[in-house]
């Protein structure tokens, strides 16, 4: 017998044996060929038919580790990532999607794979990569079938027009278009193309039937292409809007418990102009501010984000107010009044230059010219102690590098806010431009101050858990 065919199998068999090769890193048919010969040694064997027999998958470990849900909570996506320069991307959407608590399965195209390996794919999805239709080692129980049937939502990112071009005609002359052709599944495309060739009469054909179809699609976006001189509309959307769109469609819609009230967010850092061409600034990303004013958004409030210079897409359906200085955010801030909860995020440069140079500071003999430095405008100070329009709820940011706590209570006490949310910026906590944070909520009982930490948490989780305890709050008191 050269090789097997399994095929008329009980489910339950079917099942075990996947998770069995799966934990064992084998095929099936390897693992059969193993369990066969562990037979034919006469080594016991027992076949466990329910979860609770078994040894647990990798997935199940998944679902059991801190702060995830139940496994029947884990939604499946099969990500298809096609042949274009946005690729990169499709490996940070894997990173995406699991921390949603979401399994993903990755099908590499064979033009995909001269921008992304499957190796790489496979390393962040912590599953096996799918590249090949005729592959012996899962078609023989029609793999690409499983492939778009096992999951809850097929994901294509980045959709070249050639496989949507294909999906819109019925083609499956590869394994890609075979899945897309094969599912039942929901299907979520984020086109990526020149903008010549979104544009183009057939790709706009194609767009209107698969739309017609019911695919949902998210993007593109304008801007910059990979060409040289090249821009308009034809950006990948970034995955972040991407594993969001998929939270949407994979889970049933989270309840809105903000729904009606004004949310008033700062974000980033400033810059405080020394002369035309230099200026005082931190390292803040805006990342942690933006998380939240999209938490925020998706629990149904009204949001304004007022933002300093950062490399990050506006968060959707938020009102973003872009400035520079501390004195323009003061600005944006008081215009963006009244507000329900105002949240002070932004890392706001506490000195700027007294006087701005015109021109550029040149070296002199007599050495380096004098910079005196004047105090900016206590943003979060001067909401929290507003007689009229103050905010409800003001929460402020307690960025520290040493005596953490300690700060934070002093903070606190000079600032008048009602909460204060303080983190470690130490260079060795990566927390400044990196994606993960550890904060300390402070809040007030009468004259008491009660700190409640946080374990490390990605930023959206840190936004997802602020956001909530908001909401839990404002609806005490109403």
């Known amino acids: ?6 095929r008329k199998l009980d489910e339950a068999i079917k099942v075990y044996l996947r998770l069995r090769s799966a934990k064992n890193g084998r095929s099936v048919e390897e693992e059969v060929r193993v369990i066969l010969g562990e037979i034919m040694q006469g080594r016991p064997f ?15 470990e998944l679902s059991r580790a801190p702060g995830r849900a139940g496994a029947l909570d884990q939604a499946r996506v099969t990500l298809i990532i096609g042949g274009g320069i946005a690729a990169y991307k499709a490996l940070d959407l894997v990173r995406r999607l699991k921390e949603r608590n979401t399994r993903v399965r990755c099908v590499l195209t064979r033009a995909a794979q001269q921008f992304v390996t499957p190796l790489s794919a496979s390393a962040l999805a912590h599953e096996r990569v799918y590249t090949d239709l005729f592959d012996p080692e899962s078609e023989f129980d029609a793999g690409h079938i499983r492939l ?7 994901v294509v990112a980045p959709a070249t027009a050639d496989l949507m071009a294909k999906m819109a005609n019925g083609h499956a002359d590869d394994l890609a278009s075979a899945i897309l052709l094969a599912t039942n599944r929901p299907i979520l495309l984020a086109p990526a193309m020149n903008p010549l060739m979104w544009n183009n009469a057939a790709t706009r054909r194609n767009v209107a039937q698969l739309q017609r179809d019911g ?14 001189g090249e821009a308009g509309v034809g950006r990948m959307a970034e995955p972040l809007e991407i594993a969001a769109a998929a939270e ?3 889970r049933p819609p989270r309840p809105r418990p903000l729904k009606g009230k004004r949310v008033l967010i700062t974000a980033g850092p400033t810059h405080e102009p020394i002369d035309p061409v230099r200026y005082i600034a931190n390292r803040s990303s805006g990342k942690q501010g933006f998380a939240i004013a999209a938490a925020a958004q998706a629990a149904g409030a009204d949001v304004t984000l007022v933002s300093g210079p950062v490399d990050l897409d506006d968060p959707p359906d938020v009102t973003v107010k872009h400035v520079e200085s501390a004195r323009d955010m003061l600005r944006q801030v008081e215009a963006a009044l009244p507000a329900d909860i105002a949240i002070f995020a932004a890392a ?24 005196q430095l004047v105090e900016n405008p206590d943003i979060l100070a001067t909401i929290s102690k507003l007689k009229d329009q103050r905010p409800p709820l003001v929460i402020g940011f307690a ?12 903070k606190f006490a000079r600032k008048g806010c009602d909460w204060i949310v303080a983190n470690d910026v130490s260079p060795a906590t990566g927390v400044m431009g990196g994606d993960r944070n550890t904060v300390h909520l402070l809040t007030r009982d009468g004259a008491e101050i009660h700190v409640d930490s946080w374990p490390v948490m990605t930023k959206e989780e840190v936004a997802t858990a602020l956001v909530a305890r908001i909401a839990e709050t404002i609806g005490k008191a109403s």
Do not use: Y
């Open 46 to 60: 027992e076949f466990a038919t329910t979860p609770s027999q078994r040894s647990p998958s990798p997935a199940d």
């Open 399 to 410: 960025a520290e590098t040493e005596h953490l706590i300690d700060n934070a209570k002093a």
């Open 148 to 154: 778009a049937r096992d999951c809850d939502l097929i």
């Open 1 to 6: 017998m050269a090789s097997l065919t399994i």
């Open 215 to 228: 695919t949902v699609m998210i993007g593109p976006n304008a801007g910059e292409m990979a060409e040289a």
């Open 348 to 371: 706001v440069a506490d000195w700027r230059v007294a006087t701005e140079g015109e021109q550029k500071l040149k070296k002199t003999a007599a050495g380096m010219p004098p910079l």
């Open 248 to 250: 949407r469609l994979l």
